[in-house]
T-cell receptor, first 114, second 113 residues
Framework: KAGVTQTPRYLIKTRGQQVTLSCSPI?????VSWYQQTPGQGLQFLFE???????NKGNFPGRFSGRQFSNSRSEMNVSTLELGDSALYLC?????????????FGPGTRLTVT | GENVEQHPSTLSVQEGDSAVIKCTYS??????FPWYKQELGKRPQLIID?????GEKKDQRIAVTLNKTAKHFSLHITETQPEDSAVYFC????????????FGKGTLLTVNP
């Protein structure tokens, strides 16, 4: 099976702009979670989608949003970018009947805000 | 609370030695505890996990132990090799079928040849 894929892999944006990141889960996985990874804060949970519904949300401002499509692909959007949003954004998919909890990560999108 | 405490933050061992990384948590509802390995510039890779109804799980040179009473779990790597060098993260879920993972801050393991 193909692994989790994310696009784009690298992105440079300017403060105040917005950005949309995409994640395609492993075939058959219905849950997609998003995480932000920074050297200072480590891996932090953003939100999780299952069957097009947001089930869990982390402690991030409303500028961070997401959605999931009927084919389980997910997008996350960050509006009004700030310098502190520079990070590696990882998505992870999970949710097969055999392995309900195991989360497999994509390669990430490296976002740089200047 | 929310956090997972992970120790040590850095660990240096000689090839062939064992390495142990420990994590503690406080949410008694957590029932799933995975460990991830992240090499430089790569994605976190799930290497082993344990559920709350099991005390120990082993997969070749790696093992994980869980003490639910004391709320701590540990990763054990035996016969370490240079390719084991990476950052290791522990994590826990928030219980039930909750998929949200809370991660420790990571341990940089260096295996010296």
């Amino acid at each position: 099976k193909a692994g989790v894929t994310q696009t784009p892999r690298y992105l440079i944006k300017t403060r105040g702009q917005q950005v949309t990141l995409s994640c395609s889960p492993i075939s058959g996985h219905r849950s997609v979670s998003w995480y932000q990874q920074t050297p200072g804060q480590g891996l932090q949970f953003l939100f999780e989608y299952f069957s097009e519904t947001q089930r869990n949300k982390g402690n991030f401002p409303g500028r961070f949003s997401g959605r999931q499509f009927s084919n389980s692909r997910s997008e996350m959007n960050v509006s009004t970018l700030e310098l502190g949003d520079s990070a590696l954004y990882l998505c992870a998919s999970s949710g097969t009947r055999e392995n309900l909890y195991e989360q497999y990560f994509g390669p990430g999108t490296r976002l740089t805000v200047t | 609370g929310e956090n997972v405490e992970q120790h040590p933050s850095t660990l240096s061992v000689q090839e062939g030695d064992s390495a142990v990384i420990k994590c503690t948590y406080s949410d008694s509802a957590s029932n799933y505890f995975p460990w991830y390995k992240q090499e430089l510039g790569k994605r976190p890779q799930l290497i082993i996990d344990i559920r709350s109804n099991v005390g120990e799980k082993k997969d070749q040179r790696i093992a994980v132990t869980l003490n639910k009473t004391a709320k701590h779990f540990s990763l054990h790597i035996t016969e370490t090799q240079p390719e084991d060098s990476a950052v290791y993260f522990c994590a826990r879920n928030s219980g039930g079928s909750n998929y949200k993972l809370t991660f420790g801050k990571g341990t940089l393991l260096t295996v010296n040849p």
